[in-house]
């Protein structure tokens, strides 16, 4: 493989960090999985408008390619070579009540979080097999789930069509044929070995081998960001004590994009915030305070429609699951505010 040609137009994170230097010296390196420069690049090679443009197939990747990934990891997280990962799940330290009682802005709330099964490559360089023996031990354990997280596992494989496109419109399930994964072969086999748990209310739901082998999600109807938290924290450390988590000292749960790593954790909410919509400029300059990313209203890559967005946590890496939420939290309560003043004006 040569070094990849970028546009001049090209943004993502694997086009700044990517130097002839850095290719040259890790291009002929492979990870025990047999997991190439070429497969960590692909993404970004193929979809010149990736956002980062990388995946990891292992977490021996973020070893061998370090010196790419740790950089990209430092951009996106502002997380160093000395940083560790630290992690608190208490939900009795986050101070959350919900800031629209009345449900005049936040539609609903999630959180979800990434996680992939120790001593299994990931998603990229995963065999067939090993994927439907990762789907068998999660269904396993999510089985095992009690009270209101109990639910039932429904596999893609056989699904219908029509109540597919109904979860996903819902905003309850991953869409298919998602290109940034298609490259670095995240859809291969599809849909063997994928599915989808929920309990009763569809609160809790659990992806299975997509992005990652699992997405752990909490969510509701309106601004209860605390319930939804605790509803997770608890799911989670169930889920952990029977299928052990891959991790890493460093980067904490390990997942196959960087952007994931650390708490693996996404904590948004679906908001209407029409006025401030019409003041991009003030409304970036909030979000930007506060970390936040802002995403369209079905995922990412996605549009806003009627003045309503996905606002997020951009950070996952060095910070808490707490410090996560909280930020998210506390930059929401901002965006509700400056919603009302551009309101009045
Ligand atoms: P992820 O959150 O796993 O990174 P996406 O950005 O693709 O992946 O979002 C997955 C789905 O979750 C999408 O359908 C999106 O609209 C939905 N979603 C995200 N946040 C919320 C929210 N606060 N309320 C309802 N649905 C949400
Ligand atoms: C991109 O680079 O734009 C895609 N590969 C997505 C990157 C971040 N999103 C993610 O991990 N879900």
Request: aromatic share 14%.
């Given at each position: 493989?040569?070094?990849?040609?970028?546009?001049?137009?090209?943004?993502?994170?694997?086009?700044?960090?990517?130097?002839?230097?850095?290719?040259?010296?890790?291009?002929?390196?492979?990870?025990?999985?047999?997991?190439?420069?070429?497969?960590?690049?692909?993404?970004?090679?193929?979809?010149?408008?990736?956002?980062?443009?990388?995946?990891?197939?292992?977490?021996?990747?973020?070893?061998?390619?370090?010196?790419?990934?740790?950089?990209?990891?430092?951009?996106?997280?502002?997380?160093?070579?000395?940083?560790?990962?630290?992690?608190?799940?208490?939900?009795?330290e986050l101070n959350a009540p919900n800031p629209d009682p009345e449900g005049k802005y936040i539609i609903s709330t999630r959180i979800r979080v990434g996680r992939n099964v120790a001593d299994m490559p990931l998603g990229p360089a995963i065999s067939n097999a090993q994927r439907n023996q990762v789907e068998s031990a999660v269904v396993a354990a999510v089985n095992l789930l009690e009270g209101d997280l109990a639910g039932s596992y429904y596999p893609l494989l056989g699904m219908s069509k029509v109540i597919q496109a109904q979860l996903i419109r819902d905003h309850f399930l991953f869409k298919e044929g998602d290109r940034f994964l298609a490259a670095v072969g995240l859809n291969a086999d599809w849909p063997a070995g994928r599915g989808i748990f929920h309990n009763k209310d569809k609160t809790f739901l659990v992806w299975v081998n997509e992005e990652d082998q699992m997405r752990i999600i909490s969510m509701q109807m309106g601004g209860d960001i605390q319930t939804t938290f605790t509803r997770l924290a608890n799911a989670v450390k169930q889920i952990e004590a029977t299928v052990p988590f891959l991790y890493s000292q460093r980067l904490g749960y390990i997942t196959s994009c960087p952007t994931n790593l650390g708490t693996a954790m996404r904590a948004s909410v679906h908001i209407a915030l029409p006025n401030l919509a019409q003041d991009m400029d003030r409304f970036k300059m909030i979000t930007d305070q506060y970390r936040l990313q802002i995403r369209g209203l079905h995922g990412e890559h996605s549009e806003s429609k009627g003045g309503v967005y996905d606002i997020s946590n951009r950070r996952r890496l060095g910070i808490t699951e707490v410090e996560a939420v909280q930020g998210m939290y506390d930059g929401v309560v901002a965006l509700i505010s400056a919603e009302k003043a551009s309101a009045n004006r």
């Open positions: 493989m040569n070094y990849p040609k970028f546009p001049e137009s090209c943004t993502s994170l694997l086009c700044k960090f990517l130097s002839e230097d850095i290719f040259n010296q890790l291009k002929d390196k492979k990870t025990a999985n047999n997991f190439t420069l070429a497969q960590v690049i692909k993404s970004g090679v193929e979809n010149i408008d990736s956002g980062i443009g990388v995946y990891a197939g292992d977490k021996e990747s973020y070893a061998v390619f370090a010196p790419l990934f740790d950089q990209i990891i430092a951009e996106y997280h502002s997380f160093t070579q000395v940083d560790v990962h630290k992690s608190n799940f208490n939900s009795a």
